[in-house]
T-cell receptor, first 116, second 115 residues
Framework: GENVEQHPSTLSVQEGDSAVIKCTYSDSASNYFPWYKQELGKRPQLIIDIRSNVGEKKDQRIAVTLNKTAKHFSLHITETQPEDSAVYFCAASRGAGGTSYGKLTFGQGTILTVHP | DAGVTQSPTHLIKTRGQQVTLRCSPKSGHDTVSWYQQALGQGPQFIFQYYEEEERQRGNFPDRFSGHQFPNYSSELNVNALLLGDSALYLC??????????????FGPGTRLTVL
């Protein structure tokens, strides 16, 4: 089955710096890669996702890149703010369609701390 | 437009007991997936319900079962509770009837503690 590895497990940055979190996946059939942000005691919230037909996607200060050949994808947060502090999870899925129903396999999470 | 809701928020049970958790999907969604999130870990897929049937299952024992109702809401049942079942149980809803659409939106979760 799919295996997703996420690094680093903790990341500490100063406000205004950039943060990068990296994930690798094992199933070459995976084609959907979402990122979730989970604040303490709250639900995971989808912040950005990318599909295998594109290499990069941006949404304001957040961007995700995908390298299908190397089977890795990364989350980039620029101009970090204290409210970006949370646990970030990457995930991979074969996507819904045919006999695949979009089961998400998650990485272990990255605790991001942004210091004012 | 209501998002995904779950009940109860917290639950304390003892070993050997049974528990039922409930989930209502986001308006317009027809598919419910359940995940178990142990402390400090990423969510792990338990199973997914669509059209009132379990259509995909993760590596969880038969003690974990579920149900989906005609209004798309869902229940997760866990029998013969073990200490290791203590976790946050998350429900995620999506539109499963449309191929290629994957976005899953999570509910607030139910924190289950087994003593």
């Amino acid at each position: 089955g799919e295996n997703v590895e996420q690094h680093p497990s903790t990341l500490s940055v100063q406000e205004g710096d950039s943060a990068v979190i990296k994930c690798t996946y094992s199933d070459s059939a995976s084609n959907y890669f979402p990122w979730y942000k989970q604040e303490l005691g709250k639900r995971p919230q989808l912040i950005i996702d990318i599909r295998s037909n594109v290499g990069e996607k941006k949404d304001q200060r957040i961007a995700v890149t995908l390298n299908k050949t190397a089977k890795h994808f990364s989350l980039h947060i620029t101009e970090t703010q204290p409210e970006d502090s949370a646990v970030y999870f990457c995930a991979a899925s074969r996507g819904a369609g045919g006999t695949s129903y979009g089961k998400l396999t998650f990485g272990q999470g990255t605790i991001l701390t942004v210091h004012p | 437009d209501a998002g995904v809701t779950q009940s109860p928020t917290h639950l304390i049970k003892t070993r050997g007991q049974q528990v039922t958790l409930r989930c209502s999907p986001k308006s317009g969604h027809d598919t419910v997936s359940w995940y178990q999130q142990a402390l400090g870990q990423g969510p792990q897929f338990i199973f997914q319900y669509y059209e009132e049937e379990e259509r995909q299952r993760g590596n969880f024992p038969d003690r974990f079962s579920g149900h989906q109702f005609p209004n798309y809401s869902s229940e997760l049942n866990v029998n013969a509770l073990l200490l290791g079942d203590s976790a946050l149980y998350l429900c995620a809803s999506s539109l499963g009837s449309l191929a290629g659409v994957n976005e899953q939106f999570f509910g607030p979760g139910t924190r289950l503690t087994v003593l």
